[in-house]
C-alpha cells in the first residue's frame, strides 16, 4: 500500500559542540591508555583499555554524522529505511550516523561511465550529490510534433521554471522527481496544444489561437503542469511555449495561405480606400460646380481613379485633347 509523504524536520544538533566534544574524547582515550598499562589490576587495565577504545571507536564513528547544509539544499535522511526527516536549515550539525541521506535524481557510477566521466568523485561531490536542491530551476524539454485544434502537425518547444518545496513527496512519492515533471509537461503540452488552433482562419479573428493568446496559454499551461505535479511536492513558477511553427510537412503550404491571406487583406483594404477617394473626389467636384459630369463621364472618371489607385505599378497618364464622343 502506497503512503503519501509528508515532510518534517530530522533532529540534529550542533555540529561544533559535537565536533569538541568528539575530539577531546579521542584525545583523552589517547592520553588515559599509557596510564591504564601501568596499573597492576588486570581487570582495571582490561575495563580501561576497553572504555578507551569504546570511546575512540564512538566518536570516530560520529563524525560520519556531521553534515553540512548549504543554502537552497536539503538533505533527506532515512533510517533502517524509514524516513525520519529533512535537514533544510544551512549550517553545520550532526545527525545520527546510521542515518542516509537520499536523493533519487543523483547519477550513478555506471551512468558517470556511459557519460565518459572515469575519474572519481571527490568528497564534496558524493556530499552534494546526495542533496535535494531547493533553488529555482529550468526545464526546457525537446521539440515535439503536436497537432492543434485544426489538426495541423506544430513543432512545439516549452520551458517551465520549477522548485522543489516538498523533499519528501518528491523524493518517496515519485521515482525520479526529474523525469516526472518532464514527462508530465509534455503530457499537458499536449493536451493544451490540442484545444487551440495555431492561427485564426477565415473571418474567426476574434477566435484564440496559439499565436495570440500567449499570456492565456502559458497560465493554462503552467496551471495543467501544476496539478499534475502536485503529488511530487513541486511548485511550477512559469511554463511558456518558446518554440512553434508548423511540421515542415506543410509549412511551405501553409506559408502560402499565409501569403494568400495577406495579399487579400491588403487588396480589400487598397479598394476600400480607393473606392472612399473616388466617392470625396466625386463629391468635391459636384459640390464645387468645378465640371458636371453625365452618368457616362461619372463612370469612366471611377474606372479612372480606380485603376490608378489599385494598380500595382505606377500609371502612364494619358492626354486626351477630343471628346469622349
Not at 112 to 133: D, F, H, Q, W
Not at 163 to 168: E, G, I, M, N, Q
Not at 191 to 199: E, F, G, K
Amino acid at each position: 500500500m502506497s503512503r503519501n509523504y509528508q515532510e518534517k524536520t530530522v533532529k540534529t544538533r550542533d555540529g561544533f559542540s559535537f565536533l569538541i566534544g568528539s575530539a577531546s574524547l579521542q584525545l583523552a582515550s589517547c592520553i588515559l591508555l599509557p596510564t591504564i598499562a601501568q596499573i597492576k589490576s588486570p581487570a582495571l587495565v582490561a575495563a580501561g583499555v576497553i572504555s578507551c577504545v569504546a570511546g575512540i571507536i564512538v566518536s570516530t564513528l560520529g563524525y560520519a554524522g556531521l553534515k553540512i547544509a548549504r543554502p537552497n539544499e536539503a538533505y533527506v535522511f532515512t533510517l533502517f529505511g524509514t524516513y525520519c526527516g529533512t535537514l533544510r536549515k544551512p549550517g553545520f550539525y550532526w545527525v545520527n550516523p546510521f542515518a542516509s541521506a537520499i536523493n533519487p535524481t543523483a547519477k550513478s557510477v555506471v551512468d558517470r561511465l556511459s557519460e565518459g566521466t572515469s575519474r572519481p568523485e571527490t568528497k564534496a561531490e558524493t556530499s552534494r550529490k546526495n542533496t535535494v536542491s531547493l533553488k529555482t530551476l529550468t526545464l526546457n524539454n525537446d521539440l515535439q510534433k503536436i497537432n492543434d485544434k485544426q489538426g495541423n502537425p506544430l513543432i512545439v518547444g516549452i520551458v517551465v521554471v520549477w522548485r522543489v518545496v516538498d523533499t519528501a513527496k518528491a523524493v518517496f512519492n515519485v521515482g525520479n522527481y526529474k523525469e516526472f515533471l518532464s514527462i508530465q509537461c509534455d503530457s499537458a503540452l499536449r493536451n493544451i496544444v490540442r484545444l487551440y488552433p495555431y492561427d485564426a482562419g477565415g473571418d474567426i479573428e476574434s477566435e484564440k489561437t496559439l499565436r495570440s493568446s500567449g499570456i492565456e496559454i502559458a497560465e493554462n499551461l503552467r496551471e495543467e503542469i501544476q496539478s499534475k505535479t502536485c503529488a511530487a511536492g513541486l511548485e511550477i513558477l512559469e511554463a511558456k511555449i518558446t518554440h512553434l511553427s508548423y511540421a515542415p510537412e506543410i509549412a511551405s503550404v501553409m506559408l502560402q495561405r499565409q501569403q494568400a491571406t495577406a495579399i487579400v487583406s491588403a487588396r480589400q483594404m487598397i479598394v476600400d480606400g480607393a473606392v472612399g477617394m473616388v466617392e470625396m473626389a466625386l463629391a468635391k467636384l459636384n459640390d464645387n460646380d468645378i465640371v458636371r459630369l453625365d452618368e457616362e463621364r461619372k463612370a469612366v472618371m471611377v474606372s479612372n481613379l480606380l485603376l490608378a489607385l489599385c494598380a500595382n505599378r505606377d500609371v502612364q497618364p494619358v492626354v486626351n485633347s477630343g471628346s469622349l464622343y
